[in-house]
């Protein structure tokens, strides 16, 4: 089995896209959850949003200082999107601060597992950039988690304490020390990184040869 980290922001569009990009080479490749454990890491695009945000476009013009240069960018992430069934409506699309969607993830993956985990980021990630949800809201938040099955009101308790704070800030801190500085990152072993949204066929490609190589050096 193979332990894979995947850092990565619930509003980063490119980590949409890498997730459904991996999970469909993942299940072109036949693995299942004894041949690979995935977990996702908290990464924040910037940690220095305060309550509130701002709309995507207005964001990313301050950013990049162009409408044409943000349009080619929602265009160019559009249709990777839409090459593996993802759907962006930027119209509805804020740019909010993820700290506390990322404590959530956390205690997902502490209380109920990798699977649950996986079942919320998604969620997150769905609803952010399809409907327009604002991820940095508690009940929102509570709301979502609710949806995968998980209990709102338990999310709620956790939202409203700063359980799991420090466990966000070690796992970036923990990126930091691995040199991720871009997401999304997917760790393999700890040891191999493979740096952004890449094509379906290049993970069905490395993620086998990666495994081989780490079954060599245990030998």
Request: aromatic letters at 8%; proline letters at 3%; hydrophobic letters at 45%.
């Amino acid at each position: 089995m193979v332990q894979i980290e995947i850092w990565s922001d619930v509003v980063c569009p490119w980590c949409w896209v890498g997730k459904a990009r991996f999970e469909t080479a993942v299940d072109l490749l036949g693995w299942n959850d004894t041949d690979a454990t995935v977990t996702y890491r908290p990464f924040e695009l910037d940690p220095s949003l305060a309550a509130g945000g701002r709309p995507i476009a207005e964001y990313l013009r301050a950013k990049f200082g162009s409408a044409a240069t943000v349009e080619a960018i929602e265009g160019r992430v559009s249709e990777a999107g839409a090459g593996v069934g993802l759907t962006f409506d930027w119209d509805r699309v804020i740019r909010v601060n993820t700290f506390d969607a990322h404590r959530l993830l956390t205690w997902a993956l502490t209380e109920h597992g990798q699977r649950q985990q996986r079942s919320l980021k998604e969620r997150m990630m769905r609803a952010y950039f399809a409907e327009g949800a604002d991820v940095s809201d508690h009940e929102v938040l509570a709301g979502l988690a609710a949806d995968t099955g998980l209990d709102g009101a338990a999310a709620g308790d956790v939202l409203a304490t700063d359980r799991h704070a420090v466990d966000v800030r070690d796992a970036e801190a923990q990126a930091a020390t691995l040199g991720i500085n871009a997401v999304p990152t997917f760790v393999v072993e700890g040891t191999f990184g493979i740096p952004g949204a890449q094509d379906i066929d290049t993970f069905v490609g490395l993620l086998p040869r990666l495994r081989g190589r780490l079954a060599e050096t245990a030998r």
